[in-house]
């Protein structure tokens, strides 16, 4: 079944204590994307990636990073977790066909964060 | 900056009423639009989609949406809602072409269906 996955579903953790938060795709796309979802004001975008070792800041990047360093995985990553970071994260990738960007979005079923 | 603003945050309807959410997105060029469905504990899953062509789209689960694009809009309908279809729903927006590929999203409308 194609499917985007992000582990763990729920996360409680403390200021200051780094984590990653995984996210796979087995549909072979090239692009990925991290959103957070915040009540009132929808999907954000915090960082993308065209393809492997291709990432780029998105919206609201700061107290985040990503890595892709194979094609199915994009793993985001609080070093240093505050308070401000509680949200309900999604993972999304994409197929990349050139020309115009038919940019159909397949989502996981999100990270609900607390921070501490 | 591109944004995108649904009108409607929590709209409450009885089964087998019609539904229109509205949706307005601030960009000159040329639009993909799309609408998103998140049922309770659930990922997004798309509903609909327009690139070009035909203004009325329609969608899954009898959904439908017009892209008026001198009004910059892109509204949802459904002519009978079902109370499963409580959730909530994204408007979303990309340019084109994207050097990002990003989504700009709706703050979202929470529907709920009394049975």
């Known amino acids: 079944e194609a499917q985007v996955t992000q582990n763990p579903r729920y996360l409680i953790t403390v200021t200051g204590k780094k984590l990653t938060v995984t996210c796979s795709q087995n549909m072979n796309h090239e692009y990925m994307s991290w959103y957070r979802q915040d009540p009132g004001l929808g999907l954000r975008q915090i960082y993308y990636s065209m393809n492997v070792e291709v990432t780029d800041k998105g919206d609201v990047p700061e107290g985040y990073k990503v890595s892709r360093k194979e094609k199915r995985n994009f793993p985001l990553i609080l070093e240093s977790p505050s308070p401000n970071q509680t949200s309900l994260y999604f993972c999304?990738?994409?197929?990349?066909?050139?020309?115009?960007?038919?940019?159909?979005?397949?989502f996981g079923a999100g990270t609900r964060l607390s921070v501490l | 900056a591109q944004s995108v603003s649904q009108h409607n945050h929590h709209v409450i309807l009885s089964e087998a009423a019609s539904l229109e959410l509205g949706c307005n997105y601030s960009?000159?060029?040329?639009?993909?639009l799309f609408w998103y469905v998140q049922y309770p504990g659930q990922h997004l899953q798309l509903l609909l989609k327009?690139?070009?062509?035909?203004?009325l789209v329609k969608g899954i689960k009898g959904f439908e949406a017009e892209f008026i694009k001198s009004k910059f809009s892109f509204n949802l309908r459904k002519p009978s809602v079902q109370w499963s279809d409580t959730a909530e729903y994204f408007c979303?927006?990309?340019?084109?072409?994207?050097?990002?590929?990003?989504?700009?999203f709706g703050q979202g409308t929470t529907l709920q269906v009394k049975p």
């Open positions: 979303a927006v990309n340019a084109v072409p994207s050097n990002t590929g990003k989504l700009i």
């Open positions: 327009y690139f070009s062509g035909d203004p």
């Open positions: 960009y000159g060029g040329t639009v993909n």
């Open positions: 999304a990738s994409s197929p990349r066909t050139s020309g115009i960007a038919k940019n159909i979005q397949y």
